[in-house]
């Protein structure tokens, strides 16, 4: 269940040293988290040698991780302190500690520390014998590690399984799981797997009276650890063998076996182990009718529980008040992070305030252009270009630099601490501020020839024909017909605005020799067509400040705009206004 540490014995010295280089430097997040991994990579050198170490390092481990409010390490802390419940029979705390690991795990989407707790919380429903709950978190777990495609972790849960069959006293499922549990440790080279495998499967054999293969699994375990240089594994087996030699009455053999468990358990200060070795002797010697052996060993089991009560009561102890202060630091950082967000609430109504504030202005400038566009084109209806004139200026002059100084403010506000939704209403106010300027400069810059004023679109577009023949470099031809009476003055404004762009872009970049004006007035629609005979608009690249203007102004017309690049040589543009928006 423990991450895996690359600590040997060799290297061993220079962690400790690290770790106490570590500890005199000043607190930081990167100094902690680095602490925390240190001390969890000497809990699992220990792991297997002295549990003393295992549990005051994971205790190190977590204190700090929750003193940094670093929740990954936390778990990992959860994990081994885990590990050493088990050891210590601790199973009402491993339950809380597991659940807590759980969440905060699911919480972080750890799935393999998930899954390690989970099978905390199995083994914990397997000690209180409800199977069917154990049974669900076992399987829990091996599912998560088959999605990790993790073999050593799938065979681990394959165990638990095995394990809590065989206590269920179901021995078949049980060995049906050891089975494939040794199979795929071996498949992967794990000594330590398959001398784990052995150990339980011997335990099974007991149950089962098969003794003399129950003791050739233990030994060929104990083989295994002794290779390893692992005193938890010896220490187990001793006992294991000690135990099983009782059950066939060699008590000479089995104190023997119990004499070197008893030595392993003290070396790894391990009460529970200690205390099953002291047991197993104390049978041993009552068979052989050693009754003077037999009390004093019964006397050293008496002390041997006795600490291990202590020991529980100061662990559960410890345990309870370390998720108190766990919790109350969640308290304290749930309450900044209501601070934090009560302080961005007054933030963002503040910013809406701002914003409903520009809103109403530019609403209120929309209506002002509205006005004053309905008195530009009153002036248009009544031939009052003087009027029109200082309309137009007055836009410019005030309206434009008021936009103008919106625009700016807008331009200083700083959107990277906006929202998704605040940066899309912040970003279409900006482009309204724009819109709204360059319609205003639009409005003031385009002023209506007297011509087409007094006169009309016909007359206005002969004296235009008359101007643009005078250049002398291009030919201009003017078609028109169906405009024996005026049009409405937006409509006449807007075509002469049109084709006095379309011609001034012909002049300036065609390289045309002639160009011919079309323009056609019927009951449906109103059709424009300016061509010319020049290079063609592929020649210059995209559009520019000119033609979309002319597509502007086909738009406020509802009309459609349609460039034909494909003659050779020459370009055509046609337009076509619906007359009912045109009349």
């Given at each position: 269940?423990?991450?895996?540490?690359?600590?040997?014995?060799e290297?061993?010295?220079?962690?400790?040293?690290?770790?106490?280089?570590?500890?005199?430097?000043?607190?930081?997040?990167?100094?902690?988290?680095?602490?925390?991994?240190?001390?969890?990579?000497?809990?699992?050198?220990?792991?297997?040698?002295?549990?003393?170490?295992?549990?005051?390092?994971?205790?190190?481990?977590?204190?700090?991780?929750?003193?940094?409010?670093?929740?990954?390490?936390?778990?990992?802390?959860?994990?081994?302190?885990?590990?050493a419940?088990?050891?210590?029979?601790?199973?009402?705390?491993?339950?809380?500690?597991?659940?807590?690991?759980?969440?905060?795990?699911?919480?972080?989407?750890?799935?393999?520390?998930?899954?390690?707790?989970?099978?905390?919380?199995?083994?914990?429903?397997?000690?209180?014998?409800?199977?069917?709950?154990?049974?669900?978190?076992?399987?829990?777990?091996?599912?998560?590690?088959?999605?990790?495609?993790?073999?050593?972790?799938?065979?681990?849960?394959?165990?638990d399984?095995?394990?809590?069959?065989?206590?269920?006293?179901?021995?078949?499922?049980?060995?049906?799981?050891?089975r494939?549990?040794?199979?795929?440790?071996?498949?992967?080279?794990?000594?330590?797997?398959?001398?784990?495998?052995?150990?339980?499967e011997g335990?099974?054999?007991?149950?089962?009276?098969?003794?003399?293969?129950?003791?050739?699994?233990?030994?060929?375990?104990?083989?295994?650890?002794?290779?390893?240089?692992?005193?938890?594994?010896?220490?187990?087996?001793?006992?294991?063998?000690?135990?099983?030699?009782n059950?066939?009455?060699e008590?000479?053999?089995?104190?023997?076996?119990?004499k070197?468990?008893?030595?392993?358990?003290?070396?790894?200060?391990?009460?529970?182990?200690?205390?099953?070795?002291?047991?197993?002797?104390?049978?041993?010697?009552?068979?052989?009718?050693?009754?003077?052996?037999?009390?004093?060993?019964?006397?050293?089991?008496?002390?041997?529980?006795?600490?291990?009560r202590?020991?529980?009561?100061?662990?559960?102890?410890?345990?309870?008040?370390?998720?108190?202060?766990?919790?109350?630091?969640?308290?304290?950082?749930?309450?900044?992070?209501?601070?934090?967000?009560?302080?961005?609430?007054?933030?963002?109504?503040?910013?809406?305030?701002?914003?409903?504030l520009?809103?109403?202005?530019?609403?209120?400038?929309?209506?002002?252009?509205?006005?004053?566009?309905?008195?530009?084109?009153?002036?248009?209806?009544?031939?009052?270009?003087?009027?029109?004139?200082?309309?137009?200026?007055?836009?410019?002059?005030?309206?434009?630099?008021?936009?103008?100084?919106?625009?700016?403010?807008?331009?200083?506000?700083?959107?990277?601490?906006?929202?998704?939704?605040?940066?899309?209403?912040?970003?279409?106010?900006k482009e309204?501020?724009?819109?709204?300027?360059?319609?205003?400069?639009?409005?003031?810059?385009?002023?209506?020839?007297?011509?087409?004023?007094?006169?009309?679109?016909?007359?206005?577009?002969?004296?235009?024909?008359?101007?643009?023949?005078?250049?002398?470099?291009?030919?201009?031809?003017?078609?028109?017909?169906?405009?024996?009476?005026?049009?409405?003055?937006?409509?006449?404004?807007?075509?002469?605005?049109?084709?006095?762009?379309?011609?001034?872009?012909?002049?300036?970049?065609?390289?045309?020799?002639?160009?011919?004006?079309?323009?056609?007035?019927?009951?449906?629609?109103?059709?424009?067509?300016?061509?010319?005979?020049?290079?063609?608009?592929?020649?210059?690249?995209?559009?520019?400040?000119?033609?979309?203007?002319?597509?502007?102004?086909?738009?406020?017309?509802?009309?459609?705009?349609?460039?034909?690049?494909?003659?050779?040589?020459?370009?055509?543009?046609?337009?076509?206004?619906?007359?009912?928006?045109?009349?």
């Amino acid at each position: 269940m423990l991450t895996s540490y690359a600590t040997s014995r060799e290297d061993s010295t220079q962690l400790f040293k690290r770790i106490q280089l570590l500890e005199r430097r000043s607190p930081s997040f990167r100094r902690d988290t680095t602490l925390v991994h240190a001390y969890l990579e000497a809990t699992h050198y220990y792991l297997r040698q002295d549990f003393s170490y295992v549990e005051t390092y994971a205790q190190k481990a977590w204190d700090l991780a929750q003193e940094s409010n670093w929740d990954k390490g936390k778990i990992l802390a959860y994990n081994v302190l885990g590990y050493a419940y088990v050891e210590s029979n601790d199973y009402d705390i491993l339950m809380e500690l597991a659940t807590e690991s759980y969440l905060l795990s699911e919480k972080l989407k750890l799935p393999v520390y998930k899954a390690h707790a989970a099978r905390f919380i199995g083994n914990s429903y397997a000690e209180h014998k409800r199977w069917d709950s154990s049974r669900v978190y076992y399987q829990e777990a091996i599912t998560i590690y088959k999605s990790l495609d993790n073999d050593s972790l799938v065979a681990m849960g394959y165990t638990d399984l095995g394990n809590l069959f065989r206590e269920n006293d179901q021995l078949a499922p049980a060995l049906k799981y050891y089975r494939e549990a040794y199979s795929l440790f071996e498949k992967i080279g794990s000594e330590y797997g398959i001398a784990s495998v052995l150990m339980n499967e011997g335990f099974l054999l007991v149950k089962a009276k098969k003794i003399p293969k129950a003791l050739s699994n233990f030994y060929r375990a104990l083989a295994i650890y002794q290779k390893l240089d692992d005193r938890c594994g010896k220490m187990s087996a001793y006992n294991d063998i000690s135990n099983a030699y009782n059950y066939i009455n060699e008590s000479e053999k089995a104190i023997i076996a119990g004499k070197e468990a008893l030595a392993n358990a003290r070396q790894y200060h391990s009460v529970k182990q200690t205390n099953w070795a002291l047991l197993s002797m104390y049978s041993a010697y009552k068979a052989m009718g050693r009754t003077a052996d037999a009390l004093a060993v019964l006397e050293k089991v008496d002390r041997s529980k006795r600490v291990l009560r202590e020991k529980s009561i100061e662990r559960r102890a410890t345990i309870h008040q370390l998720l108190f202060d766990n919790h109350l630091k969640d308290i304290e950082i749930q309450k900044a992070i209501i601070e934090q967000q009560e302080a961005t609430q007054k933030f963002l109504i503040g910013f809406s305030i701002l914003i409903l504030l520009v809103v109403g202005l530019l609403w209120w400038n929309n209506n002002k252009l509205r006005e004053k566009n309905a008195e530009i084109r009153e002036a248009l209806v009544k031939g009052q270009t003087l009027e029109r004139k200082r309309v137009a200026a007055e836009l410019h002059d005030n309206l434009g630099s008021s936009i103008s100084t919106i625009n700016w403010y807008l331009h200083g506000l700083d959107s990277k601490s906006l929202s998704v939704a605040e940066k899309d209403t912040y970003e279409r106010i900006k482009e309204m501020v724009g819109n709204a300027y360059d319609e205003v400069r639009s409005l003031s810059h385009n002023l209506l020839p007297k011509e087409l004023e007094k006169d009309g679109l016909r007359v206005a577009l002969h004296k235009l024909k008359q101007k643009l023949n005078s250049n002398g470099r291009i030919v201009f031809f003017l078609e028109m017909d169906g405009f024996d009476e005026r049009l409405d003055s937006k409509t006449e404004f807007e075509l002469y605005s049109m084709i006095l762009e379309l011609a001034n872009n012909i002049i300036k970049h065609s390289d045309a020799t002639q160009a011919t004006i079309s323009l056609h007035n019927n009951e449906e629609q109103i059709a424009l067509c300016v061509e010319d005979n020049g290079k063609g608009m592929g020649s210059i690249g995209t559009e520019g400040a000119g033609l979309r203007n002319v597509r502007s102004r086909v738009d406020s017309l509802r009309g459609k705009i349609r460039i034909v690049d494909e003659r050779v040589p020459g370009t055509c543009v046609q337009v076509q206004i619906p007359k009912g928006i045109a009349a």
